[in-house]
Structure formats: C-alpha cells, structure tokens
C-alpha cells in the first residue's frame, strides 16, 4: 500500500501563492506517477497536475498551465504544488494521488490522500 498525506493548503487572497505538499510512505516504488487533483464543492473532481517519479516527464491541465507547478524533492518521497497567481476559481478540496501512467484520468491512480483545503477569498 501507498500512503499519502498533503499539508499545506489555507486561506489566501486572489493573486497570492500557495505551496502544497504531498508526503508518500509505503510501497511507494509500486506506482510511477504522483499528481493532483481538486474538487470544489458541486463540482466533479478534476485533474490538476502530474510528474513521474523520475521527474523527467509532467502533465498539466490547461487551466493551471504558466501559474501551478508541480515538483519533487530529491532526497524524499514528497511532491509539491506551487500555485501561484491564484484565482477564486482555484479554490477547492486538493487531493494527492499515486499512480502508474501519466494520464488525466483519476481512474487510473490507485492511491489517495485525504485532501487539503485551498480556499481564495477575492
């Protein structure tokens, strides 16, 4: 099993930045992509960001590309989300997941934390 715990979300005006972490334990050599998705309240959850492990390849949705960037640090299993530029559109429940391809689809990741809430007051 994988386990997955994000940290880092909070309240933050429209414009600001916020960085969002995502610590993973367990098997993690099992699954070969991590990334992040958002739900906001009605809404379906949807894709943000991916990276594979390697680092070497990244997937980003359209509405978050030149403003969110995802990374990893070298020497742990964390991965981050810096989210910069943010809109009130970008509020939402942020959930980190681990997988083994580098697709939007949230079916094809196995593994989910519990969520951060990244709310933006305008």
């Known amino acids: 099993q994988v386990h997955l715990v994000e940290s880092g979300g909070g309240l933050v005006q429209a414009g600001d930045s916020l960085r969002l972490s995502c610590a993973a334990s367990?098997?993690?050599?099992?699954?070969?992509?991590i990334g992040w998705f958002r739900q906001a309240p009605g809404k379906e959850r949807e894709f943000v960001a991916a990276m594979t492990w390697s680092g070497i390849s990244t997937r980003y949705a359209d509405s978050v590309k030149g403003r969110f960037t995802i990374s990893k640090a070298n020497a742990a299993n964390s991965v981050f989300l810096q989210m910069n530029s943010l809109k009130s559109e970008d509020a939402a429940l942020y959930y980190c997941?681990?997988?083994?391809?580098?697709?939007?689809?949230?079916?094809?990741?196995?593994?989910w934390g519990q969520g951060t809430q990244v709310t933006v007051s305008s």
């Open positions: 367990g098997r993690t050599g099992i699954t070969s992509v």
């Open positions: 997941a681990a997988g083994t391809f580098l697709v939007s689809n949230q079916q094809r990741y196995d593994y």
